[in-house]
C-alpha cells in the first residue's frame, strides 16, 4: 500500500484524521513520505508519545516532550539533540505524525 492510494485518510498537513486507522506498517509509510528511515530509537520515541498521550488525554509542548523522555528514557535520550537527529524537521510534530496522533497545537 502506498500512502497515495489513501490520501482521505489524512489531512493537509499530512497527519491522520483518525488515530483509530493507525497501526505500525501506516507508521513506516508515513515516515518514508516524510523521508524518515524508522530504527529502534524512532520506535521508543513513537511508543512514548503514544503512551503519553493515551495517558493524558492530550500532546505536551516540545519542552515537557523533551523533559518526560528525560524523565522516563534518561537524559541521553531526552535531549533536543538527540532528537532532532531522529526528527530533524521538528521531533515533536514528526513523532506526532509518526505515531498517529494530531498535530501538537504548538507546533507550526
Same mark, same amino acid.
Given at each position: 500500500?502506498?500512502?497515495?492510494e +489513501? !490520501?482521505?485518510?489524512?489531512n493537509a498537513?499530512?497527519?491522520?484524521?483518525d488515530m483509530q486507522?493507525?497501526n505500525?506498517d501506516?507508521?513506516v509509510l508515513i515516515?518514508?513520505?516524510n523521508?524518515?528511515?524508522l530504527?529502534?530509537a524512532?520506535?521508543e +520515541? +513513537?511508543?512514548?508519545i503514544?503512551?503519553?498521550y493515551?495517558?493524558?488525554?492530550?500532546? !505536551?509542548?516540545a519542552r515537557?516532550f523533551?523533559?518526560?523522555? $528525560?524523565n522516563?528514557?534518561?537524559?541521553? $535520550?531526552?535531549?533536543?539533540?538527540?532528537l532532532h537527529?531522529l526528527?530533524?524537521?521538528?521531533?515533536?510534530?514528526?513523532a506526532?505524525? +509518526?505515531?498517529?496522533?494530531?498535530k !501538537?497545537?504548538?507546533c507550526?
Open positions: 500500500m502506498e500512502l497515495n +489513501i !490520501p482521505q485518510y489524512f498537513e499530512g497527519f491522520l484524521r486507522l493507525w505500525p501506516l507508521a515516515a518514508e513520505a523521508a524518515i528511515q530504527t529502534a524512532h520506535w +520515541i +513513537i511508543e512514548f503514544r503512551t503519553y493515551q495517558n493524558f488525554q492530550h500532546l !505536551p509542548n515537557v523533551t523533559k518526560a523522555i $528525560k522516563t528514557l534518561g537524559a541521553d $535520550k531526552g535531549n533536543s539533540r538527540y537527529v526528527f530533524p524537521q521538528g521531533p515533536l510534530k514528526y506526532c505524525k +509518526i505515531a498517529g496522533l494530531p !501538537p497545537t504548538t507550526l
